[in-house]
C-alpha cells in the first residue's frame, strides 16, 4: 500500500530556530505540493513541484520558507527563523501528471508548534 | 481564481442515517475535476470520491455519492447508512484541468460530520 510519508510528526521548537521538514512522496509520481492548515486560513497551498522543478511558491514566505526536492524521493520544507505564526500542520502531497484526474495523495502530515 | 465555499460549519446525522454536505464553487473554466476530502481526528486527508467537469454522471464510491450540478456550481456529498467512523471533517476541493494550469487544489473552509449513536 504506496503511501507519502513525512517526518517528523509533531516538532515543538522555540521562536528563531529552524525547522526542517521531509516528504517522501509515492514512488513514481513526480508532482510534490506542500500544503499548510491553520484555523484561520484553512489550507492553502504554500509550493509545487513537477519533475522536480519548481513551479509555485507564491504561497510561501520567502524571506523565511525554502522548498527543495533534491531528489525525486525527498522534498523538503525548511523554516528559518520560525515564528509563532508558523504554527500549523504541514502536509505534503504527491500524485502523477498527466494521470486521470491527477489525484493527490496526502501524508499524515507534520504538526508544527512553535514557542 | 477560483474559489469554494461550503457554507455549513457542522452538522450532525444519526446513526444509519443519510447525510447530504453541500459544496458550491467559483470558476470561469470550462475544464476541472472536483474532490472530496476527509480528515478524521489523526488530521489524515484522505479522497472519498472525485468528479470530472466534463462527465455529467454523478459518481458514487459505495456509500458515497455526489449531486453534481454544474450549471449552478453545486457539487454536493451524500453519505448514506451514516456510520459512527464517518464522523470527521470534510473538505470540497476544486482543480483546474486545462493543459498547463497550475495543478494545486483549492479547499473549502470545510464542514464538521458528527455522527449520533
Known amino acids: 500500500d504506496a503511501r507519502v510519508t513525512q517526518t517528523p510528526r509533531h516538532k515543538v521548537t522555540e521562536m528563531g530556530q529552524e525547522v526542517t521538514m521531509r516528504c517522501q512522496p509515492i514512488l513514481g509520481h513526480n508532482t510534490v505540493f506542500w500544503y499548510r492548515q491553520t484555523m484561520m486560513q484553512g489550507l492553502e497551498l504554500l509550493a509545487y513541484?513537477?519533475?522536480?522543478?519548481?513551479?509555485?511558491d507564491s504561497g510561501m514566505p520567502k524571506d523565511r520558507f525554502s522548498a527543495e526536492m533534491p531528489d525525486a524521493t525527498l522534498a523538503t520544507l525548511k523554516i528559518q527563523p520560525s515564528e509563532p505564526r508558523d504554527s500549523a500542520v504541514y502536509f505534503c502531497?504527491?500524485?502523477?501528471?498527466?494521470?486521470?484526474?491527477?489525484?493527490?495523495?496526502f501524508g499524515p502530515g507534520t504538526r508544527l508548534l512553535v514557542l | 481564481a477560483q474559489t469554494v465555499t461550503q457554507s455549513q460549519p457542522e452538522m450532525s446525522v444519526q446513526e444509519a442515517e443519510t447525510v447530504t454536505l453541500s459544496c458550491t464553487y467559483d470558476t470561469s473554466e470550462s475544464d476541472y475535476y472536483l474532490f472530496w476530502y476527509k480528515q478524521p481526528p489523526s488530521r489524515q486527508m484522505i479522497l472519498v470520491i472525485r468528479?470530472?467537469?466534463?462527465?455529467?454522471q454523478n459518481a458514487t464510491e459505495n456509500r458515497f455519492s455526489v449531486n453534481f450540478q454544474k450549471a449552478a456550481k453545486s457539487f454536493s456529498l451524500k453519505i448514506s447508512d451514516s456510520q459512527l467512523g464517518d464522523a470527521a471533517m470534510y473538505f470540497c476541493?476544486?482543480?483546474?484541468?486545462?493543459?498547463?494550469?497550475?495543478?494545486?487544489?483549492?479547499f473549502g473552509k470545510g464542514i464538521t460530520l458528527s455522527v449520533r449513536p
Open positions: 513541484f513537477r519533475n522536480r522543478a519548481p513551479l509555485d
Open positions: 476541493a476544486y482543480r483546474s484541468a486545462i493543459p498547463g494550469a497550475n495543478s494545486k487544489l483549492t
Open positions: 502531497a504527491s500524485g502523477r501528471a498527466g494521470t486521470y484526474q491527477e489525484t493527490q495523495y
Open positions: 468528479q470530472e467537469a466534463y462527465k455529467q
